[in-house]
């Protein structure tokens, strides 16, 4: 991931996380949530975790959380809204190519919205599938190529602007081979999560179970 690419990212994100609302709101992912609960509480790795609200939720549903995310202002919009639930979020932040976990130390992975470089994307999921125990599950939702067209006509609904750093259900089948996929679809979706994902937009969502 090229120091350009990152500090621009950065940037925008700093940008965003330091407004007054929450830009994605307080309540976690409908398909995070829903797919969490069916499982077992144990520890849990939440990569691009923003202002917390998906790690929040694990914490309260009994999970161990760790949280990374490039952006200082969404730490902090993080760790306040644990402190109010009660909770404790282990957050750093930095990029995946610079922290490090141990192997295997986590019973799950939740990517939600976690879109990378696209030159990067395969790379950093076949690094954080290190970090997960035999056994241990991926939940993961973020927009599909085909959103491209409804972020263009809504952009309210956001997302990225380049197809590129979007996602097809070729390149998590690829990329997630050999898992257990309990779910595996692109879905048309309403979203209303805080001010940036308002409308309908297209979605790829994976549920899986690493052999």
């Known amino acids: 991931m090229t120091n350009?690419?990152?500090?621009t990212y950065k940037q925008m994100w700093e940008d965003r996380y330091e407004e007054i609302e929450y830009a994605y709101g307080k309540a976690?992912?409908?398909?995070?949530?829903?797919?969490?609960?069916?499982?077992?509480?144990g520890?849990?790795?939440?990569?691009?975790?923003?202002?917390?609200?998906?790690?929040?939720?694990?914490?309260?549903?009994?999970w161990k959380v760790s949280s990374f995310d490039l952006s200082n202002a969404g730490k902090t919009k993080a760790l306040e809204l644990a402190a109010a639930q009660q909770v404790e979020l282990d957050y750093k932040v930095g990029d995946l190519e610079v922290l490090e976990y141990e192997p295997e130390s986590f019973d799950a992975i939740g990517l939600i919205y976690a879109h990378f470089a696209a030159d990067k994307k395969s790379i950093i999921h076949q690094k954080l599938q290190e970090y997960l125990k035999p056994g241990g599950y991926i939940i993961f939702e973020a927009f599909s190529k085909n959103h491209i067209?409804?972020?263009s006509q809504n952009p309210k609904v956001g997302g990225p602007k380049d197809v590129n750093l979007l996602f097809s259900l070729q390149e998590l089948a690829r990329d997630f081979k050999g898992y257990e996929f309990l779910v595996l679809e692109e879905a048309i979706i309403d979203l209303d999560e805080g001010k940036y994902h308002i409308g309908k937009g297209s979605v790829v969502r994976?549920?899986?179970?690493?052999?």
């Not at 350009?4 to 500090?7: A, L, S, Y």
């Not at 976690?28 to 509480?41: G, R, S, V, Y």
């Not at 520890?43 to 009994?62: C, H, Q, T, W, Y």
């Not at 994976?206 to 052999?211: D, E, F, G, N, Y």
């Open 43 to 62: 520890s849990i790795l939440m990569p691009a975790d923003g202002e917390g609200r998906n790690g929040v939720f694990a914490a309260k549903s009994g």
């Open 28 to 41: 976690p992912n409908e398909f995070f949530a829903t797919q969490l609960q069916n499982l077992k509480p």
């Open 4 to 7: 350009t690419w990152n500090d």
């Open 206 to 211: 994976l549920a899986a179970r690493k052999p």
């Open 149 to 151: 067209a409804m972020v």
